[in-house]
């Protein structure tokens, strides 16, 4: 099973920029579907991004669409979601994960159901 710690949360003011990482171990990420998921007080877990094994494909939630992205870094084992013009709405706890052995991307949100492995999060906060 592969073992998922993120960071690179913090606190940053509104139209600002944040990068987080997922370092992974236990299993290559070309191997899984790897996403993003956030969690804001109060409400339920939200799908964020996605990024297909082998990393030729990505999709974004409507929500982030255009501001973040998802990537990784094969040889470092490490993926990526990079946050640009955020906006108060982001603050949450975000989640990454690992899919299960048969979850595929194919152009369509994810269930967190789809995915066997979480890390343990990063907070978020935008400040208005």
């Known amino acids: 099973q592969v073992q998922l710690v993120e960071s690179g949360g913090g606190v940053v003011q509104a139209g600002g920029s944040m990068r987080l990482s997922c370092a992974a171990s236990?299993?290559?990420?070309?191997?899984?579907?790897m996403g993003w998921f956030r969690q804001a007080p109060g409400k339920e877990r939200e799908f964020v991004a996605a990024?297909?094994?082998?990393?030729?494909?990505?999709y974004h939630a409507d929500s982030v669409k255009g501001r973040f992205t998802i990537s990784g870094h094969n040889a470092l084992n490490t993926v990526y979601l990079q946050m640009n013009i955020l906006k108060p709405e982001d603050t949450a706890v975000y989640y990454c994960a690992a899919g299960l052995p048969d979850t595929e991307l194919a152009g369509a949100p994810l269930s967190g159901t789809d995915f066997g492995s979480w890390g343990k999060g990063t907070q978020v906060t935008v400040s208005s």
């Open positions: 236990g299993r290559p990420i070309t191997r899984n579907t």
């Open positions: 990024v297909s094994r082998g990393g030729l494909r990505t």
